[in-house]
């Protein structure tokens, strides 16, 4: 099996089968957009299941089609549909204009954390604006989804350029706040559709 190799991930070898596998990826084409990019247990190759016991999605330049949206995630429990399972999460960013002396400035943005089983799309960045070189990039990762016993943990890091030319880093964390086993993921801008980009999925070998 041929592996994965890049900065920071282990080389999977033919003798030895460790590190991260790739899953499965998509691509939107410049000028093709779509609402939204799903992964889905058994479905084009994917496997969401208890193969791996670590899934990571890798996002390279997703461009909004609409200024100012973020980028959002959601998921189904086994044998359930529509994209509502209850997240527990928060979210704090750093943030940086590009004139070098303009919001500098780290927190915490309560209005983009969930709890109290709520059900909505959780936010993993902020406003990414929707010029020709605005996109948001970044790594997102699921924990022993398939676990039915234990909620599943999700970390998130994205770095965006804001609709108003700032850098911003965006770290998310959290659960899915139910023992039921997860089988798909839905990724989506929090208005309009997904320009171009591509999103990535790895799964990390047990050894």
Known sequence: MSGFKGKGLTKTTEDKNVGWVHIYSQTVAAASSVSSMSFQ??????????????YMFVFTNLHPEEDSRGITFQV????E???NEPINANFFRAKHGESGTSHQAVGYVASYDQ???GTAYQRLCNDVGNDNDQAVSGVFTLYEPANAGKVTHFISRMV????INLVMDNYVS????T?????EIDFKFSSGSIDDGTISMFGLAKT
């Open 160 to 163: 965006e350029t804001h609709s």
């Open 174 to 177: 959290g659960y899915i706040d």
């Open 81 to 83: 549909s529509g994209f």
């Open 76 to 79: 189904n429990g086994a044998g």
């Open 115 to 117: 709890g109290g089983g």
């Open 41 to 54: 247990d058994g479905t084009n190759g994917v496997v969401m299941d208890s193969t791996y016991d670590e």
């Open 179 to 183: 023992t039921a086993a997860i089988d």
